[in-house]
C-alpha cells in the first residue's frame, strides 16, 4: 500500500511538471505572435510586399472600371463594411461603388497582419506626388491610395520590388484624409528630402520627416492620376 501512495504522487509530480511546461510553451509561442511584426523571414516579407503591391494594382484597375462606366471621378464611392468615412453623397447607385460587384467588382482587403501596425487603408484626394501631372502644377490631387505605419523590412522590400534604391525620405507633410468625392485645392507633396527619388512615381514607400514622423513608414500608390 505504501509503494502504492508513491506511484501515485511520483504520477501527480509528472502531471504537474507537464502542465507547467505546456503553459510556458504556450506563453513563448503567444509572445512570438504578437512581435512577429519584426520577425518576418525575407521570403515572408518578400511575399508580404507583393501582396500589398498586387493589391493596390488591383484596386487601380477596379477605379479604371467604374470610370469606364461613365462615372465621374468625384462621384466615386470606397464605402466599406470595415472602414467609415467613406460615404459619398453624390453616390446613388452601385455602379459607382468600387468595393460593389455593380461596380468595381472587387472585394476590400484588409492588411494582413504583421505588415503594419494595424492601421487600415487609406483612400484620400489630398495628395500630390511631385511630376505626376503638369511640371509646377502642384494644385491637383491625385486620388491616393496608403498603407501608414508598414515596419521597415516590409518598406525596404515594396521599394525592392518595384525597383527603387532604398528608403527615400519624404520632405513635407502627406494626408490621410478619406475620399468622399472632393479633391483638395491645396494637396500635400509627396517628394523625397533634398532628391529626386519620388518625383512622378506612382508607386513608393518612403520614410516619414514631419507628419507623419521621422522613423515611420508609409507605401503609397496613384490610383487616378489627374492633370
Request: negative net charge; aromatic residues 8%; contains cysteine.
Amino acid at each position: 500500500m505504501p509503494r502504492s501512495n508513491s506511484e501515485s504522487g511520483n504520477v501527480f509530480m509528472f502531471i504537474m511538471l507537464g502542465i507547467a511546461l505546456f503553459a510556458a510553451l504556450m506563453f513563448t509561442f503567444s509572445r512570438g505572435a504578437h512581435e512577429g511584426g519584426g520577425r518576418l523571414s525575407k521570403k515572408q516579407a518578400e511575399m508580404a510586399a507583393m501582396d500589398i503591391i498586387a493589391y493596390a494594382n488591383k484596386l487601380e484597375r477596379a477605379v479604371a472600371r467604374v470610370q469606364q462606366k461613365g462615372i465621374s471621378e468625384n462621384d466615386i464611392s470606397f464605402d466599406n463594411a470595415f472602414v467609415s468615412g467613406y460615404d459619398n453623397a453624390s453616390c446613388t447607385t452601385n455602379t459607382c461603388k468600387v468595393f460593389s460587384t455593380g461596380g468595381g467588382n472587387i472585394t476590400y482587403q484588409r492588411p494582413s497582419d504583421s505588415v503594419n501596425d494595424g492601421s487600415d487603408w487609406v483612400i484620400t484626394g489630398a495628395n500630390y506626388v511631385k511630376g505626376m501631372g503638369a511640371i509646377g502644377d502642384e494644385t491637383d490631387a491625385e486620388l491616393t491610395l496608403v498603407l501608414p505605419n508598414v515596419t521597415e523590412t516590409i518598406c525596404s522590400q515594396i521599394n525592392n520590388e518595384l525597383g527603387i534604391d532604398g528608403i527615400p525620405q519624404e520632405f513635407q507633410d502627406s494626408a490621410t484624409t478619406p475620399f468622399q468625392g472632393t479633391f483638395s485645392s491645396t494637396p500635400e507633396l509627396i517628394e523625397e528630402n533634398g532628391g529626386t527619388a519620388l518625383d512622378g512615381v506612382s508607386s513608393a514607400c518612403f520614410e516619414g520627416d514631419n507628419t507623419p514622423a521621422s522613423g515611420t513608414y508609409h507605401f503609397y500608390h496613384v490610383l487616378v492620376k489627374r492633370p
